[in-house]
């Protein structure tokens, strides 16, 4: 069984620019979890969505947004980056919303220059 | 509020040694989820173990255990015969049950930094 994929391994981008980071979960898995690994701040909450829709969001601005495909696959997009948004971020899957398995991927390193 | 406190930020052993990681937590909810993950460098988080706040057994899994004492709110966990491959940062993680306004999502301690030494 596949794992939980996400892609790019490492993006370098541009202050001011966008960034796309996708995760594909695990297959039957529904739910989608997004967690920024910064240096010094350590894993925060993101994102949480299922069936498509947005359930939860950290304490983070507007600027971060995301979404849920109908096959369940994710994405994360960060607006105007700045550059404390370096950072790993993981996306973690599980198979429902009541279902505490999350099983994480490997992650994105987003290094904004 | 939650929070899960890992007070030991960094740990050197030699190996063979055994090795206690510590992890407090508070909640106000009766139905939570503890976690425990290993980080190694390159940076997948690996599930370990996952206990429920009712199942206060402790539970060993070859050189890991974990001891889940709801009296003093610390699920601990120890690794016996510590090896080289045991190096990494491990996490202890808090998810509250419930859906439908609940949260969902884990609540990391800062990790702790574990260094096993040939």
């Known amino acids: 069984e596949a794992g939980v994929t996400q892609s790019p391994t490492h993006l370098i981008k541009t202050r001011g620019q966008q960034a796309t980071l996708r995760c594909s979960p695990i297959?039957?898995?529904?739910?989608v979890y997004w967690y920024q690994q910064a240096l010094g701040l350590g894993l925060q909450f993101l994102l949480w969505?299922?069936?498509?829709?947005?359930?939860n969001r950290g304490n983070f601005p507007p600027r971060f947004s995301g979404r849920q495909f109908p096959n369940y696959s994710s994405e994360l997009n960060v607006n105007a980056l700045e550059l404390e948004d370096s950072a790993l971020y993981l996306c973690?899957?599980?198979?429902?919303?009541?279902?505490?398995?999350?099983?994480f991927g490997s992650g994105t390193r987003l290094t904004v220059v | 509020a939650q929070k899960v406190t890992q007070a030991q930020t960094e740990i050197s052993v030699v190996e063979k040694e055994d090795v206690t990681l510590d992890c407090v937590y508070e909640t106000r909810d009766t139905t939570y989820y503890l976690f425990w993950y290993k980080q190694p460098p390159s940076g997948e988080l690996v599930f370990l173990i996952r206990r429920n706040s009712f199942d206060e057994q402790n539970e060993i899994s070859g050189r890991y255990s974990w001891n889940f004492q709801k009296s003093t709110s610390s699920f601990n966990f120890t690794i016996t015969a510590s090896q080289v491959v045991d190096s990494a940062v491990y996490f202890c993680a808090l998810s509250e049950a419930g859906y439908g306004g609940a949260t969902n999502k884990l609540i990391f301690g800062t990790g702790t930094l574990l260094a096993v030494q040939p």
């Open positions: 297959s039957g898995h529904t739910s």
């Open positions: 973690a899957s599980s198979f429902s919303p009541e279902a505490r398995g999350y099983t």
């Open positions: 969505y299922d069936e498509g829709e947005e359930r």
